[in-house]
């Protein structure tokens, strides 16, 4: 179908060089004009949605899941309820009671190492399987449905895979023992959750909205991992940048300001929660040098007045992006400037935590074209 142009009618002048007058017969002359291609006349949403990726993404903090609880978190486009018995054992499972489809996160109960639904007092084990029925009667041959989760690093992670495959790689846990007081923080946003990995291999917008100088990005790829290292300077001291990306869904940031003796670990989370819905959670542990060389009082006491000024400047820092993220659309053939190529680098990269489809397919956008030159 050939591209709209545009008709412009321009009468000529009269012989004196005004314009004919009104009752005059005159030529019509139409000139044909193709559209700039930076004009739309159509309408509709112009910001396209992502499948969901695979891989571990955080569905809650577990200080959030005391024993005794029973939660209802978003979750890629469902409901998960989460719950963690008497014992202190958290489990993930899908929503509904096998029995007759109640909802078990509204009036599900935990009973000691039991989770009982609210609709029949059918009770399921830490296993999933039906244990007791109310009323004395025969328990059914029935069970709960599970999700593949772990809990590491003060965080409930739960595995997700568009072909419903078991995990196929782990997330490490780190020995965060020697911390004091970390801090938790979460933010709902709009959008796409692989903007927290991308942002990492932003070279430009350190500086441009976060304030950073004399910037300077590398990378390295290891299967599920990427791993982005960044030393530049803030407000004229030395900083130090080590992001291991674990997929698309978990961060473990290694900051330092070493001219300060100041040590930083992060461990940031991105959850798609539903389409352009997404959850960034994050956990600071600061680590200062000279407070640890104090007496174990008056280190804790450090810290206490420490760590939330520490999460209220890293909040200060990632928040510039807030914004952003909320707002922006994934554009299939961004017009990138020079020495970006790291964009095309985590888009390749990224390409593998999607499911493949037929034709246009939806996470094409993933991969990026530079110029020759570029």
Request: glycine share 10%.
């Amino acid at each position: 179908m050939p591209e709209p142009s545009t008709h412009l009618m321009r009468e000529p002048l009269g012989a004196n060089g005004t314009p004919p007058a009104a009752d005059e017969h005159h030529a019509r002359v139409v000139e044909v004009r193709p559209s700039p291609r930076h004009l739309r006349s159509t309408t509709g949403e112009t910001r396209p949605t992502h499948p969901y990726a695979n891989g571990w993404f955080a569905v809650c903090f577990s200080h959030e899941v005391p024993p005794g609880v029973v939660r209802i978190v978003p979750f890629a486009g469902q409901d998960l309820v989460i719950y963690r018995t008497q014992s202190g054992l958290a489990r993930a499972i899908d929503p509904y009671c096998p029995h007759l489809g109640a909802h078990l996160g509204y009036g599900g109960k935990v009973d000691g190492e039991d989770l009982v639904c609210p609709f029949h007092g059918l009770s399921f084990g830490p296993d999933g399987g039906c244990v007791r029925a109310c009323g004395g009667q025969t328990p059914p041959n029935a069970a709960l449905t599970g999700r593949y989760m772990k809990e590491s690093n003060g965080t409930i992670m739960v595995w997700r895979h568009s072909e419903d495959s078991p995990p196929q790689w782990d997330v490490p846990d780190m020995d965060l023992s020697s911390r004091l007081n970390p801090r938790y923080g979460s933010h709902d946003l709009e959008g796409y959750c692989d903007s927290m990995v991308e942002n990492s291999m932003d070279l430009t917008h350190f500086g441009w909205v976060h304030g950073f100088s004399d910037v300077d990005l590398s990378h390295e790829m290891d299967g599920h991992k990427l791993i982005v290292s960044i030393n530049a300077r803030w407000k004229g001291q030395r900083f130090r940048s080590r992001l291991t990306h674990f997929g698309l869904g978990h961060t473990r940031g290694e900051n330092e300001l070493p001219d300060l003796g100041i040590q930083v670990v992060t461990l940031a989370y991105a959850t798609q929660t539903a389409p352009m819905r997404w959850t960034f959670r994050w956990s600071d542990n600061p680590c200062v040098a000279q407070f640890d060389r104090w007496p174990t009082p008056f280190r804790k006491l450090a810290y206490q007045l420490l760590n939330p000024l520490a999460h209220r400047w890293l909040l200060s820092v990632v928040g510039g992006d807030f914004p952003i993220w909320n707002a922006r659309t994934r554009l299939k053939h961004p017009k990138l400037m020079a020495g970006e190529r790291s964009f095309t680098a985590f888009r390749r990269w990224s390409a593998q935590f999607y499911p493949p489809t037929s034709g246009d397919d939806a996470h094409a956008s993933h991969v990026l074209h530079m110029p020759a030159g570029r």
